[in-house]
């Protein structure tokens, strides 16, 4: 299976001159050190999609939007489509992930609706899931990640479940720092298997790529994605600094 690795840009490259920069930087940095095997996406926030998507065309890097409204158009303020983020050509989009899950309220049935309308317009839908740490200490991580994986996965039909990826994005690893060892991401990753292989079938569970996604840096790569026997990883502020998120592509390359 491709190995991917995923870059959330979030809320950041707050100016033209920001921007800009960055995508200077990726071509200085991430072009000029030759090619590379993995499958790189990344995500900027929704108002550089059109510009990124142009800059990175032909270049073997796809996009895609941090999230989306399940509604395809009209009166929803503030609100971006699939069918819009489509039209402009980008590939992929964020679901479920959990600063939307604990700063906007998204709930499991609103991940469902997000992924099936990404679905419905070919958009390839990037699934997050994970625990809470109260979650975690409760012994309760396999519970959460297979609810939310049965909520998120409601009336989506076998031939579509190989368009997705799923990311295993423990809630107190994002953004913390905080970090599990390979062998509990590996658990994590078997449970997300074997669900996925109940729900469909054990065929159709192995062509689901599952990235690890919290704190991933250059220096913890091998621990969370290698050693733990993931299909890639999602990045968050690391892929800020094209110089960084090479490295971690380069590490997952060599293996
Ligand atoms: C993320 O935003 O999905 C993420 C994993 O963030 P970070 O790498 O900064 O923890």
């Known amino acids: 299976m491709d190995k991917y690795v995923i870059g959330n840009l979030k809320m950041n490259l707050l100016t033209q001159a920001e921007r800009d920069h960055y995508l200077k930087s990726f071509i ?13 996406i ?7 999609l059109e510009k990124f998507i142009d800059f990175f065309r032909g270049k073997k890097v796809s ?6 409204y399940f509604e395809q158009r009209g009166s929803f303020t503030g609100e971006i489509s699939a069918l819009m983020i489509k039209s402009f050509g980008a590939e992929w989009v964020i679901v479920g992930h959990s600063e939307r899950r604990r700063l906007f ?9 997000k992924l099936r309308a990404a679905l419905e317009e070919k958009i390839k839908p990037i699934l997050c899931v994970g625990e809470n740490l109260d979650q975690r200490k409760n012994d309760l991580t396999f519970e959460v ?5 049965e909520s998120a996965l409601k009336e989506v039909v076998s031939t579509q479940i190989d368009k ?14 905080e970090i599990p060892s390979s062998d509990e991401v590996m658990q994590v990753k078997i449970l997300i298997r074997k669900k996925i292989s109940e729900l469909y079938s054990p065929v159709l569970a192995e062509k689901v790529p599952i990235l690890y996604g919290g704190s991933v840096k250059p220096k913890n790569v091998k621990q969370l994605c290698l050693e733990a026997g993931m299909d890639g990883v999602l990045v968050g502020r690391e892929s800020l600094v094209p110089g960084e ?3 971690i592509v380069q590490s997952i390359d060599k293996n």
Do not use: M
């Open 42 to 48: 990344i995500c900027p926030p929704s108002f550089h």
């Open 28 to 40: 200085d940095e991430v072009y000029k050190a030759g090619k590379f095997k993995s499958r790189l």
């Open 145 to 149: 990640v297979s609810r939310q994986i």
């Open 105 to 113: 309220g998204e709930t499991d049935e609103v991940c469902n609706l």
């Open 245 to 247: 998120f090479l490295k």
């Open 63 to 68: 996009v895609g939007a941090q999230n989306i």
């Open 164 to 177: 997705l990826i799923i990311a295993y994005e423990p809630i107190w690893s994002v953004g913390s720092d």
